[in-house]
């Protein structure tokens, strides 16, 4: 390890932008000329469009536009598309409706945009925007799965029948029920994934130029894949042709998942600035971007799990209905099956799994991947099952998932995975070891004098990650392969910059990126930049999601690397000489190893575009780019370990200890990684005591404000205890497996369990709020009095 | 937001005539909740009144029994102030308690007064500390100033120039904030006069807004400890519920904040 | 339309603006200042804190008319001239910071309340004391962590210009 390279506990290098306001966010930006759009959305959660008055709009003071759904499809904008295809049991494709970007006919959520207006003002538009008149039906809403399901529902797109998108399986359901007749003991749960709405920090922007001399387009967009976002403009959505788009996502604030779709607004802005001419900026408000931003989770599940007299699992049994809102977004329909169902054995050896997921429309806002997409949800149905069972069987937590850990790898699950590498029992010791988990009960004791409850809670978790190798995921339905691509430019003098297909919105690339770079080419940090985020810089890229740019993005500057690396060495051994296989490269020396012949590396990158001494047949110059394709998933793992204090006067939860210990294979840089853990914790932490995205029955969004929806506070935390094990990955180059995700993954679990531990009741849901828990408190008997009896 | 005009008082009779010679204006004080109901579009003003600069509504002084603060101080100004400190230190805690950090550098007594958000936490402490609402042509009692949800006394065009509080022998205050809005769910000043009367104020949990607790009054005038609370219990039936908290659950809210106020006298609890 | 004039980073500006101009729109958009951030618009999330005549306050919750007269710093104004505050190092060094749009905001926080408590600082009280700025990035442990390491610096700069 040097001293910035793998490893090194680096201070970022983009820091100093932020910590000084320069950063440059879409909003940010402006063009000459520049004109603001403002939205007309739907009051109501489904009704039929009568007709758009927009006379009084177009009159109004500096307005130069209003532009409706019927201009669109005339102009020939295409629908928004899901990219992925999921079949039912019986064979049957998924059931999707039309989404236009702008609603002619029917909406079918709050929020959903019918027509946009284009002003000289941001003030202009809103005005204007306010005064475009609507004749709606009212047509009845449903909010929730159930309700949707049920018979006679509101009928919400003619393309799916009763509402329901696909009826999936994996698995074999008599195997299955054969293996639960010889069950010992069978523990049922019934549980609820809360929706949330991702809430990151910086609203959605997007700013279109059109230029009408060169028939191009621009567009800044709030994006953790621009590249995704052009292709698909173009592709499908017919706004611009590719080679004629450059899309442009800048410094981004946070994603979370919620920032990988192509939404609405963004092809109209681009529409919209070829249309009137005019560079056309929106930028969301929070409100919008609670109405309109892809919202995540939202399952029911029922499930069971069936144990022989050894407390050694036999098989599990999951029944899940995931709520897809009105339409289906990008990823939406891979979320509750390949990213769910396939991470349901968690770190146990099962020997058989099935799993039925029915994904239903409702006319709520469309609901995709949100940090973890899938895999909080899987992980929540394991965990709380294994507290349960635990609980039921009268053994110890930790012991009972001792009983079933996975310790041989590779581990085949019944479900798909292959586990490459872990070890289990290594982090769960260091959780419990960390949180000194055997000195509970004399806290709990304590804690009881001063009354007040404690409680306790593990998960251990598993994820899939690196996604992902695009053969498999076609087979299972993708429609793009999730390969990631490198370029790395050394330039004459030796300084070098790379570009990537990943993109950094917080992750801090710019540093771990150059972190690798600096290891393997002796350059240091500051030598380094790092491209990203444009199409016309980059030449393509799957993006940023799934804790995916370390393990496959830097995987593939790696393999770049090793094609600078070849060319250098080959060009230093005939400038210097010696044999190719002599050469090594550090500290910013190209030498002959065990001689004291060498170059600068400096000297060597110049040699190469001088080309006056080259080998015979070389080109000139030193770039290479390389595209990685991952063999496998990758898969972190850890224990999360939370202890909660409990007011039974209140039911107010006040969580006293949280330690995390992840494997996440190696690490490039500690001080980043811990941060990724944190905010995963801390959104992990808000959905199980905080958030929850509320819908009423007419369709309604409760829940449209911070006002409303509770964003989790530095008050409402605690500090974390982070610690790793590592289990190299053997799936990449690097060993990476990811760490982006695993905190909100692994976090909920812990939290819940902790709290019903505390209280004597398994029946409480996410988020558990005050009034819940002194509920269940309530219901179980509890209270100070009894507890202490 | 919708356009307005914005006009600066330097008087609080100019502040009046700029009011009435608007057709809806409003006074603007601190706007924390003025400017984002605003910005919302959920009102409308052609003019605000921009009471900020007023400097008869600044100030804060002690005589003899009463404390009177103007009602242009700042949240944080009245938290902040050794004379409210050393004559009601509860009251001081409560202040500083509002919002956070930032809103209590903008916002002022007499806007959250005026303004009678059932939320808000100053009215529980005009209640339990029998204040009385200075206006710029009358006095009005705390009981008789807070009528309704976002309903005061007050007159078309009236300003709140300033509070005067009861300096009480002790008194306390407890809240358990909305996990949201972080606004009380529930708040409870309790206030123990040297007359030997009990004050208790509520905030957050009434369907009419904040409300005195009479029935813990009387409990507490005998026995001013949370002993004294054991067995009363308040009507779910007079409580607000939303999907934060329901009225049963603010009921229960209420009693506990009480017996917390009573154990923190001379302070000020926060729970969230 | 409102004619407003304020010092903006020690810099005096006056312009023309309409009588609805929130202070954050006047910042952002007609002196060009984009440091400061609008992430809600319920005065709830802090990105958008500047000092207003030496107090945090939220801009977006500040009418620019409201402002005529003052004074104001951004986070465009807080570093001397290449020599960044205390705190604006610590946040880098402390990795308290990710997608960097709650930043200018959280800084702006972290350093009005390191100045209101002289005494010092305990965890809980930045804690507390941070109710009004959200960061969904980090989890706030490693913002409290460089506020508490900056107050700790200042207070020892203090106590050195004191000796």
Known sequence: MTVEGIGARVARKEDKRFITGKGRYVDDMAVPGMKHAAFVRSPHAHARIGSINAEAAKGMPGVIAVLTGGEMAADGIGNLICGWMIHSKDGSPMNMGAWPALASETVRFVGQAVAVVIADTKGQARDAADAVEVAWEELPAVSDVTSALAEGAPQIHPEAAGNLIYDWEIGSKPEVDAAFQGAAHVCRIELTNNRLVPNAMEPRAALAQYDAADDHFTLWTTSQNPHTA????????????????????????????????????????????????????????????????????????????????????????????????????????????????????????????????????????????????????????????????????GVSPAELRRTNFIREFPHQTPVIMMYDAGDYDASLNAALAASDYDGFGARKAEAERRGKLRGIGISCYIEACGIAPSKAVGSLGAGVGLWESAEVRVNPVGTIEVLTGSHSHGQGHETTFAQLVASRLGVPLDNISIVHGDTDKVQFGMGTYGSRSGAVGMSAISKAIDKVEAKAKKLAAHLLEASEGDIEIADGEVRVAGTDKKLGWHEVCLAAYTAHNLPDGMEPGLKEGAFYDPTNFTFPAGAYVCEVEIDPDTGHTDIVSFVAADDFGRIINPLIVEGQVHGGIAQGIGQALLEGCVYDEGGQLITATFNDYAMPRAHDLPSFNVSTTETICPSNPLGIKGCGEAGAIGSPPAVMNAITDAIGNNDLSMPATPEKVWRALRAAGGGMREAAE | MYPLSYRRASSVDEARRLFQEASDAAYLAGGHTLLPTMKQRLAVHDVLVDLTRIEAMRGISVSGDTLTIGGGMTHAEVSESSEVKGAISSLAAMVGSIGDAQVRHRGTIGGSIANNDPAADYPSAALALAATIKTDSREIAADDFFTALYETALEEGEIVTGVSFRIPETAGYAKFRNPASRYPMAGVFVAKHKDGSVRVGVTGAGMEGAFRWHEAEEALAGNFSGEALAGISLDPGMMMGDIHGSPEYRANLVAVMAGRALANLGSAEAII | MVTVTMTVNGRQVSKEVEDRRLLVDFLREDLGLTGTHVGCDTSQCGACVVHLDGKAVKSCTVLAAQADGGSVKTIEGLANGADLHPLQAAFKEHHGLQCGFCTPGMIMSGVDLIERHPDGLDEKTVRVELEGNICRCTGYHNIVKAILAAAEEMRGGMRQAAE
Not at chain 1, 252 to 269: A, D, H, L, N
Not at chain 1, 324 to 348: E, I, K, R
Not at chain 1, 356 to 378: C, I
């Open chain 1, 230 to 393: 052009r292709l698909v403009l173009s592709a499908f959505y017919n706004v611009a042709p590719e080679h004629k788009l450059r899309v442009i996502a800048p410094d981004v604030g946070g994603g979370f998942g919620s920032k990988i779709y192509i939404y609405p607004e963004e092809i109209v802005c681009l529409w919209a600035s070829k249309k009137t001419g005019e560079p056309v900026k929106w930028t969301g408000d929070r409100s919008e971007a609670f109405l309109t931003d892809a919202h995540g989770r939202d399952h029911v599940t029922v499930a069971e799990m069936a144990f022989d007299a050894n407390n050694k699992i036999l098989g599990f049994k999951i029944d899940t209905i995931a709520n897809f809102g009105a339409y289906m977004s990008l990823f939406s329909s891979a979320v509750p099956t390949y990213l769910y169902a396939t991470l349901l054995s968690g770190q146990y050896d099962i020997p058989l799994i099935h799993c039925n997921v029915r994904a239903v429309y409702t006319t709520t806002a469309p609901v995709d991947a949100y940090r973890g997409a899938g895999r909080p949800e899987a992980t929540y149905v394991v965990e709380r099952m294994m507290e349960t069972a635990a609980r039921e069987l």
